[in-house]
């Protein structure tokens, strides 16, 4: 008989554990309004705010915002260098109003990208947050699931070269603790802002039973609202892990 691959089946409540989102829709926000591009990078930190916000007045533990893709360097350089320096500047301006608010942050993600400024920042907020509890946010930068997944198997097999001779030794857990969000629960909900239907390489080990939400409301747009609704569909879903309905019913 096969082992199903969900090693443990998370209690489910009304309210995620975990939210993961991808803040689209910020570029064509701006275009609709005759505005540059990047004018809805800029609106779109508002929204960060305000699902923050609501997230902890929800009791949300982990809140993780796909910020910039490993794919989003292929973006006008204009946009790219003002997305470098949106990071800096929220860093400086933020961190200090999270710290205040118990917010954990964290950046994930290969950060050799950066410039060495922008590195500095990161490490300095995390090392400032890093006793919160209140709310764990993660911030993914340069980040693709495919590179998660790869850096994870390197790193497996640095730590264990004797398995490259022993494939059938390896085990999900080996792999998924080397992940760059090892140390957060499998998301619950995931939101994408803008229309698209599609994960777009965010995530993907960890999403593999995730609530998957959609709608059109550009990011910029996205406001406690827009996040209660999102909250009352995801308490609408029977999350089952493989199991019936049936099965669902006996065991609550």
Wanted: hydrophobic share 40%; net charge positive.
């Amino acid at each position: 008989m096969s082992v199903s691959s969900t090693q443990v089946i998370p209690e489910s409540t009304d309210v995620p554990r975990h939210v993961v989102i991808i803040m689209d829709g910020n570029g064509r926000w701006a275009t609709r309004r005759f505005l540059p591009r990047t004018a809805g990078h800029v609106r779109g930190v508002q929204a960060v705010r305000r699902v923050l916000e609501g997230c902890g007045r929800k009791g949300v533990k982990y809140l993780t915002l796909f910020a910039f893709s490993s794919e989003n360097w292929r973006r006008p350089q204009e946009e790219v260098s003002l997305l470098m320096r949106l990071f800096v500047q929220t860093l400086e301006k933020e961190v200090g109003k999270l710290d205040e608010q118990g917010v954990r942050l964290r950046v994930v993600g290969d950060l050799s990208a950066f410039e060495p400024k922008l590195q500095g920042l990161i490490k300095a907020a995390e090392q400032r947050t890093c006793a919160n509890d209140r709310l764990h946010l993660t911030i993914a930068a340069n980040y693709g699931g495919r590179w998660d997944i790869l850096q994870a198997t390197r790193h497996l097999l640095r730590d264990r070269p004797d398995l490259a001779q022993n494939p059938d030794a390896i085990t999900e857990s080996m792999l998924s603790d080397r992940l760059s969000m090892a140390w957060a629960p499998e998301p619950d909900l995931f939101i994408r802002t803008g229309g698209e239907q599609r994960v777009s390489n965010f995530l993907i080990w960890q999403l593999a039973y995730t609530e998957m939400y959609f709608t059109p409301t550009f990011w910029p747009d996205f406001d406690a609202a827009s996040l209660e609704a999102a909250f009352t569909w995801y308490a609408s879903r029977e999350r089952r892990f493989g199991r019936t309905s049936e099965q669902l019913e006996k065991s609550n």
